[in-house]
């Protein structure tokens, strides 16, 4: 028999399952951000999304949620090659940025084109190139599973970490 002097904390939401609440538990788990941009024209079109997973190794494939009431996720679901960039933990602000309704989401932020026209965030922490595979039903969002086709890792460049609302860093352990 095991026992321990730590107790956990009860509870501090009820366990109906509301919108609110879920939101809250759902913010318990610590995520990484991925922007998802590409060239529409000749102009930027992205927002960034904390519900990015990988998939399979074999085809490379992830997966992202993004809200049926997005209006930027229809100008990117026809891109040929979307470019995902995993943010990095000083780009806390651009994120705000990338998922606000108002204004220039790029004004002031430095990315740069694929031949294919992903858009690729300059100083992420990785870089990947993917084009849809196909999506899914998934409530109140579309499931979006993509192909990958490139990735470009920057060692040494820790990711921006999402949890309970706040942007984290990493620090390693022992």
């Keep these: 028999m095991v ?3 730590h107790q956990p904390p009860g ?10 609440t879920l939101r809250r538990a759902f913010g318990a788990y610590p995520t990484g951000v991925v ?7 000749t102009e930027p079109v992205g927002f ?5 997973v990988s998939i399979s190794l074999q085809p490379p494939m992830v997966a992202v949620s993004v809200a049926r009431t997005s209006a930027t996720w229809p100008r990117l679901a026809e891109a040929p090659v979307l470019g995902l960039s995993v943010l990095s933990h000083g780009q806390g602000a651009l994120c705000r940025k990338l998922a606000s309704r108002d204004g220039d989401r790029f004004d002031g932020v430095t990315w740069r084109p694929s031949p294919e026209g992903a858009v690729l965030i ?3 922490a990785l870089w990947l190139t993917a084009r849809v595979s196909a999506v899914h039903d998934g ?10 086709l490139t990735a470009e890792l920057f060692t040494g460049v ?3 970490v999402f949890h309970t609302s706040q942007f984290r860093e990493l620090i390693p352990h022992g």
């Design 3 to 5: 026992t321990s002097a």
């Design 11 to 20: 509870p501090v939401v009820s366990a109906e399952l509301d919108a609110a």
């Design 35 to 41: 922007a998802i941009c590409a060239l529409r024209g």
């Design 48 to 52: 960034a999304a904390s519900s990015f």
């Design 122 to 124: 300059d100083d992420a």
């Design 139 to 148: 409530g109140d969002h579309e499931i979006v599973l993509m192909e990958l």
């Design 158 to 160: 820790e990711p921006l």
